[in-house]
């Protein structure tokens, strides 16, 4: 297939280009590089630079002939969202939108959507696709929205789409020989966080509450990781191609919670480097357990995770912050 991948310069898009060549699948990368970054387009794909609420732009890269899209552009940061709203609402939902709708002009019936674990309301047991939806961030009212926004285009177009509800993207990469590992700017994953203390660009890593009611205290969360995610795109975008009607929905995550205190304490083991800690109060919005249940899509799909622990994910992420000590160059 022609595959126009959205964001493909992010760090769950370039890792899903990287897989989607290797499935044997032609790449256009579509990115206005607002937060990605040039140098993690696998050089096998063609890069668009360009902004997915550009319709006139839009319309021409669909004249290239595009079989189906994976639409990863957005803006991620909860804590963001609710101090941008309109920013988040306009590219996310807004442009969304614009991309969508071009689709369904110019005939492509096939959509992957980045949707977020951030739609759901949070709950102490693993979240299944029926869970109750009540984001408490706008960025996952954003994710909502757009779901929703599939759902209409199905039903009046007959978009056939998947949205995928990731937990927290992590590790790096080295599918097609080159390591790519997550480079947000700004930075607000634990992980990475965790690892810049490791590498002494920052002095200690703030946990926010240790009375939640959890075995440690610290909030638990999912893990996945980022080769784990990117075939879970491979396998839905294939999948779609041979179905006459669809509007999926899939979580994806390991169906294991790690807390806040044993990621520190991994990274301590795989880096040798003391990691001071430094208590602060909880934080809005954050509930104790996020975690999934992604067996609709092992049992509907044939997903299968393949680095589910902890240690791979910390010790693959270790390697591309090691490495790449500034992320990218480009
Ligand atoms: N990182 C996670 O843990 C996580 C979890 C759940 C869902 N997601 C979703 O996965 C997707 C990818 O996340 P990521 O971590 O790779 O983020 P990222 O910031 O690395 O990648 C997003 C990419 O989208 C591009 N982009 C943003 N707005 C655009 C626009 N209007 N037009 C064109 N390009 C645009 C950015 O330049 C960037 O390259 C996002 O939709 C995010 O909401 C991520």
Not at 65 to 76: E, K, N, P, R, V
Not at 119 to 126: K, L
Not at 216 to 222: P, S
Not at 268 to 277: D, E, K
Request: hydrophobic share 40%; proline share 4%.
């Amino acid at each position: 297939m022609k595959i126009l991948v959205s964001g493909g310069a992010g760090y769950i898009g370039s890792t899903t280009v990287s897989h989607l060549l290797a499935a044997g699948h032609e790449v256009i990368v579509y990115d206005n590089l607002s937060r990605g970054h040039r140098a993690a387009v696998p050089v096998e794909a063609e890069l668009i630079v360009g902004d997915i609420g550009d319709r006139a732009h839009l319309d021409g890269v669909f004249a290239l002939g595009i079989d189906a899209i994976i639409h990863f552009a957005a803006l991620i940061e909860a804590g963001e969202s609710m101090k941008k709203p309109a920013e988040y609402i306009q590219n996310n939902v807004g442009s969304s939108t614009t991309l969508i709708d071009a689709a369904v002009a110019n005939g492509v019936d096939n959509i992957v959507f980045s949707s977020s674990a951030a739609v759901y309301a949070s709950q102490d047991h693993p979240l299944h696709e029926d869970s109750a939806i009540q984001p408490v961030n706008l960025y996952g009212q954003t994710k909502r929205m757009v779901e929703e926004i599939l759902g209409w285009y199905h039903r009046l177009y007959g978009l056939k789409s998947c949205s995928l509800r990731y937990f927290n993207a992590s590790g790096a990469s080295k599918q097609g020989g080159e390591i790519r590992g997550e480079n947000h700017q700004p930075e607000t994953h634990l992980i990475p966080l965790v690892l810049q203390v490791a590498l002494n660009q920052r002095e200690s890593i703030s946990i926010f509450g240790d009375d939640y009611p959890t075995p440690d205290g610290t909030n638990v969360r999912d893990y996945i990781h980022i080769d784990d995610l990117a075939q879970a795109h491979v396998k839905a975008v294939e999948a779609l191609r041979d179905e006459s009607d669809a509007l999926w929905v899939y979580n994806l995550g390991n169906g294991f919670g790690y807390s806040n205190l044993e990621v520190i304490e991994t990274v301590r083991q795989i880096t040798g480097h003391a990691i001071p800690t430094v208590m602060a109060q909880r934080r809005l919005g954050d509930g104790a357990i996020l975690v999934a249940s992604s067996e609709k899509i092992k049992k509907e799909l044939g997903w299968k995770p393949l680095y589910p622990e902890l240690e791979a994910i910390i010790a693959s992420a270790w390697e591309w912050h090691r490495t790449h000590p500034q992320g990218y160059s480009g």
